[in-house]
């Protein structure tokens, strides 16, 4: 009897440790750290008691395609990358029985005149017929107002989640926190985020009331820990029925967002129960970086860059296994989604394919150098100059009104101009939102507060890009030039809905001074002193890039005329060949002028950079 004692309480005991070692596989979650460039996967084994995965799943992914489905031949045997090589791709695994969803961080349709023409319908089409399962929104999806984001939303076949986009007045999301995915033999629960900037970055009027009261609103729009606190409330309410959670953000991870704590990093490190991250927004080529949670877990962030240069592809392997990987060509295409990119691609040729001039030296909003380094959002540069003069010349000249001073912000440039035969395309390339022209009277400290908001961030450098941290409120002028100073700590102050409020230690910006056209003279901005100045009405009537500091400025003439129009007529007037020598604005002596560097004429200084 001893015996059958001991060899009962030796079962027990080993009963036991296999209750405890199934229990710890269950509901841990462990991780291996990889670093960037590496073959990186992370384990991330659901925190709930569900079995692990039963098959493989393969979660493809896009972000900021900002419309552009022309991407080019690199060469005979490389057809490039549009969406009909990734829908190939997508139908192609499925052909193989793989279990397969695809997902889009947002900023989709706007940003090129493909999406812009017809305001995005046609693009959602394409992104139907591709197989999108599911999308979040970017700050540019709300471009074209309420009525035009509604409108996508209720075309595409995919459905749009954000946990942060929230209606004041019944405080609740417009749209679903979340979704949940049953696929594989698993259940994958995805939660949406969108970044609070967008309240700025697109136009807040959109968001509010006929009585410029808002409606709409994004949580960490006044305080970061609002954003965590939703991201939060959205994991908590599906992690425990779910073998996964991961986020499909559009953050980034930026330097002006790093400054509100709003970047995809933060909300990792401030929120449990995340599994991975896949975002958007700052247009970061981010293969895999393991980043920990609030509770110091592991979790996947990812980003595929911008432009439809790469999508992502996820896998979570049977044994809970993420990795990722970025692919930059397919080699097939799927002729059924060739077919309605090409016939978006001839429309818009047709409707603006005529040449209106001659470039004799490339225009930039990049480094000439290294044409991924994006630069008009932190320096001038020779398009910068280009397209703010444009709205110069077309107030004093072609409309006969008195303009001092015209502002563009950086983030409304978009792409370079090549030399060689340039056409309404080109213009409308260059600026594809479709912004309106307008003129106001503003007193000169409204124009120092401008400048100085838009250079918060000038002095910083993004290290993986190699190039100066940005804003898209960083002013491209025309009449001006100014200095900076990057010794100066920026003091700018804004309000809950990040609306400029004052400047409340020394200005970073100096020796401002504006060309006065009688005197062929720059001649020092007086503060008390009414200007005229134009600009597109997004900054200077809808407060963009919370620029609020024109709202009380006396509207002269608004709506004038499309800005990308603008910048054609301005081409047009050179009568043939774009170039210094032909430039209408020569007539003004001693104007500040050099469209064949790449880095301006010297409008903008930058001081005591490191």
Partial sequence: MGKRKIRFALLLSLMFIFVITLVSCSQGQTGTTTTAGSDASTTLVPTTTTEPTK???????????????????????????????????????????????LFDCGDEIQGSVYGALDKGVEMVGIMNKVGFDLATPGNHDYDFG??????????????????????????????????????????????????????????PA???????????????????????????????????????????????????????????????????????????????LMEKEIVKTKDNKDCLLTQTGCYLDGFGEMTISKDGVFSTKIINSVDERDDSVTALE????????????????????????????????????????????????????????????????????????????????????????????????????????????ALEMGLSVFEGWNT????????????????????ADANVKSSVKTDDKGMFKSVDGDYRVKNIMVYNKQTSAYEPLDENKEYTVSGINYILRNSGNGLSMFNDSTVVLDYIAEDYMVLADYMKAFNG???????PLKKYANYLLDYETPSGSGRIKLLNLQ
């Fill in 577 to 583: 060949n774009v170039n210094n020598a032909n430039t």
């Fill in 146 to 203: 309420m009525d035009g984001f509604n409108r996508i939303v209720s075309s595409a076949s995919y459905k749009f989640i954000s946990c942060n986009f929230r209606s004041l007045e019944t405080n609740k999301t417009v749209l679903d926190s979340s979704k949940t995915f049953e696929i594989g033999g698993v259940k994958i629960g995805v939660v949406g985020i969108t970044t609070p900037e967008t309240l700025t970055s697109s136009t």
């Fill in 206 to 284: 959109f968001f509010q009331n006929d009585k410029g009261e808002f409606i709409y609103t994004f949580d960490g729009v006044s305080d970061r820990n609002d954003l965590y606190t939703s991201v939060q409330n959205a994991i908590d309410e599906i992690r425990n029925k779910v073998n996964y959670v991961i986020a499909l953000g559009h953050l980034g991870v930026a330097a002006d967002d790093e400054k509100l704590g709003t970047r995809s990093i933060d909300v990792i490190n401030n929120t449990t129960g995340l599994d991975a991250f896949i975002d958007g927004h700052s247009h970061t």
């Fill in 464 to 483: 993986e890009w190699n190039c100066p941290a940005e804003t898209g409120g960083f002013l491209q002028v025309a009449g001006i030039k100014f200095q």
């Fill in 55 to 101: 098959e493989d799943i393969t979660i493809l992914y896009t972000n900021d395609i900002h419309g552009y489905i022309a991407n080019t031949l690199k060469d005979s045997n490389n057809p490039g990358l549009r969406l009909d090589s990734i829908s190939a791709y997508r139908k192609k695994l499925i052909n193989e029985k793989k279990n397969v969803l």
């Fill in 342 to 449: 090409d016939q978006l691609i001839a429309h818009v040729n047709q409707e603006l394919g005529e040449k209106i001039a001659t470039l004799d030296k490339p225009l930039y909003i990049t480094s000439p150098d290294n044409l991924n380094q994006r630069l008009v959002r932190a320096r001038e540069t020779n398009l910068g100059d280009f397209v703010a003069d444009s709205i110069y010349w077309y107030i004093n000249d072609y409309k006969a009104l008195d303009c001092d001073i015209a502002f563009n912000n950086g983030g409304g440039i978009r792409a370079n101009i090549d030399s060689g035969d340039v056409t309404y395309l080109s213009a409308k390339t260059v600026e594809p939102f479709g912004n309106q022209i307008c003129v106001v009277k503003t007193k000169g400290i409204n124009i120092k507060n």
